[in-house]
């Protein structure tokens, strides 16, 4: 299928919204999409995102001015990324996106080499281009008569907010099981076990999981030997991590007014619990972390960030009938100054899923440990 339209009228946005319906319907879809990268509402730039992983790499940026004619200069290492991830597509996916076909690829750069790769695939393919390159495309391609489909103005809204609210509660059945959850929440186990290798923590020490739930984080850092505190503002809740983790000490409490003394944890954690609280309350909330931690030690905050609003915007057109929003997700930029402007150092956001964050950072060397009373 060969998706066209202008520039700017939603390419990229649709394949990204197709591929993920095409995911809630269990295939698996590799390939590329290139979201632009925005400025003052203009383009500058774009980057290329591999869609079976969700990572991205920049692709091609506007040139310093008097430097180059060209409207774009592309990078090397995007460009190897972006082949990499359809070679590794064409062996592995049911659906292939190449976003987008271009006067580069049809003069034998840019994506070419994966658009080979997937070209000789058996995968369903999901080609974007110009209108004016269609034709070149299907015959280059040699897909001559693969249906067309050309954007309008804007792609079509995909939901009615009613019925988004309807699919998301129904989708919140799912929260006992969080492998299998959907919507912002997707990949949630693999963020969890990648997002555990960023904190290190050895036996005999220490550590608090703030809004630990049923304790799905803590179990993924805890080596044998640590003592694992957590702190929940759901009775349920702590009672469930109770039954699942006897030996856990468990405190009714939250971000703002941590039930435990100062110093007294080797590695605080947190799992989607932070984007609950307002962006007025992001510093003190970081206060209270760096207030509970050993001098030296590590914070992991595990959530749903985004790096840009454009970012969170697509993510909404993607999720369709499964954003919440009820929910405000955070911005990376917004999460990471009030760190800092807390007394946090080396604070840094780590991509761990597709829509999930791990923002790590330090209390530097002031105050001595004590232990929580038991």
């Given at each position: ?6 520039i ?6 649709a394949?990204?919204a197709?591929?993920g ?7 698996r879809?590799?390939?590329v ?9 203009e383009?500058v730039g774009y ?12 692709l ?5 001015p008097?430097l180059?004619?060209?409207?774009f200069t592309?990078s090397?290492?995007g ?9 590794r597509?064409?062996?592995?996916a049911e ?6 076909v271009?006067?580069l ?11 080979r ?10 080609l ?11 015959a280059?391609?040699?897909?001559a008569?693969?249906?067309t489909i050309?954007l309008?103005?804007r792609?079509?809204?995909l939901?009615t ?7 998301f509660?129904?989708?919140?059945e799912?929260c006992?099981r ?12 693999d963020?969890?076990?990648?997002a555990?290798?960023l904190?290190t ?6 550590i608090?999981?703030?809004g630990?739930g ?14 694992v505190?957590g702190?929940d503002?759901?009775p ?5 991590c109770?039954?699942?983790h ?5 405190r009714?409490?939250h971000f703002?007014?941590l039930?435990v003394p100062?110093?007294a ?8 619990a932070?984007?609950h609280?307002a962006?007025?309350e992001?510093?003190?909330?970081f206060?209270?972390i760096t207030r509970v931690?050993?001098p ?5 905050l595990?959530?749903i960030l ?10 909404r ?13 955070p ?9 800092e ?6 604070v840094?956001?780590h ?7 791990a923002i790590?950072?330090?209390r530097?060397?002031?105050r001595a440990r004590?232990?929580?009373?038991a």
């Amino acid at each position: 299928m060969v998706l066209t339209g202008g520039i700017g009228v939603g390419k990229t946005l649709a394949v990204l919204a197709l591929a993920g319906n095409l995911r809630r319907q269990h295939l698996r879809v590799g390939g590329v999409a290139s979201p632009r990268v925005l400025a003052g509402g203009e383009t500058v730039g774009y980057r290329v995102r591999d869609l079976a992983t969700g990572e991205e790499r920049p692709l091609c940026s506007r040139p310093a001015p008097g430097l180059s004619s060209c409207r774009f200069t592309f990078s090397p290492e995007g460009l190897t990324f972006a082949n990499a991830a359809l070679v590794r597509a064409a062996r592995e996916a049911e659906v292939i996106v190449v976003d987008e076909v271009g006067p580069l690829e049809l003069s034998g750069g840019g994506f070419t080499p994966g658009l080979r790769a997937a070209l000789g695939s058996p995968a369903f393919l999901i080609l974007t281009t110009r209108p004016a390159l269609v034709d070149e495309v299907r015959a280059r391609a040699g897909r001559a008569g693969v249906p067309t489909i050309e954007l309008g103005e804007r792609p079509p809204a995909l939901r009615t907010l009613a019925e988004t609210q309807h699919l998301f509660d129904a989708a919140a059945e799912h929260c006992a099981r969080p492998t299998g959850s959907t919507g912002p929440l997707t990949g949630y186990a693999d963020s969890l076990a990648r997002a555990a290798t960023l904190v290190t923590i050895a036996p005999g020490e220490r550590i608090l999981d703030i809004g630990i739930g049923t304790g799905a984080f803590a179990c993924q850092v805890a080596v044998p030997g640590v003592e694992v505190w957590g702190v929940d503002p759901s009775p349920t809740m702590l009672t469930r991590c109770q039954k699942e983790h006897p030996d856990y000490h468990l405190r009714e409490g939250h971000f703002l007014a941590l039930p435990v003394p100062d110093g007294a944890f080797h590695a605080v954690l947190s799992s989607f619990a932070f984007h609950h609280l307002a962006p007025t309350e992001y510093e003190p909330a970081f206060a209270e972390i760096t207030r509970v931690l050993e001098p030296g030690r590590r914070f992991a905050l595990l959530d749903i960030l985004f790096t840009t609003e454009q970012a969170r915007e697509e993510a909404r057109v993607i999720l369709g009938d499964l954003w919440d929003d009820e929910e405000t997700y955070p911005l990376t930029a917004e999460v990471v100054p009030a760190a800092e402007s807390a007394g946090a150092v080396d604070v840094a956001p780590h991509r761990v899923g597709w829509l999930h964050w791990a923002i790590i950072g330090t209390r530097p060397h002031s105050r001595a440990r004590r232990s929580p009373a038991a």
